[in-house]
């Protein structure tokens, strides 16, 4: 996996959307990039995460390689609005 902004335009897709704000939150963020997290949403019908770690630690999703999720992750953006739309 890489990190990447995209996200799934599946109608069908349901969201986990991770937000630390401008905050260092590194265990959160840690703690949400981990392959049994993964597997934990997928089996409760999850289809993608989105992880915005803000100024910390940039999400290792090599960890999560093989992961049954579309994972993304970006720092920081002017605005959230379009990914509370989705």
């Not at 959307?17 to 019908?45: P, Q």
Request: aromatic content about 8%; charged content about 25%.
């Amino acid at each position: 996996k890489t990190v990447c902004a995209e996200r799934c335009c599946c109608a069908m897709s349901k969201t986990v959307f991770v937000t630390v704000g401008t905050t260092l939150f590194d265990a959160l963020v840690h703690a949400v990039d981990d392959l049994e997290f993964h597997k934990m949403l997928a089996s409760r019908g999850y289809t993608e995460l989105v992880i915005q770690y803000g100024r910390g630690a940039v999400p290792k999703l090599d960890k999560a390689a093989g992961s049954p999720l579309h994972v993304g992750a970006f720092s920081l953006k002017p605005t959230l609005k379009e990914d509370f739309k989705s």
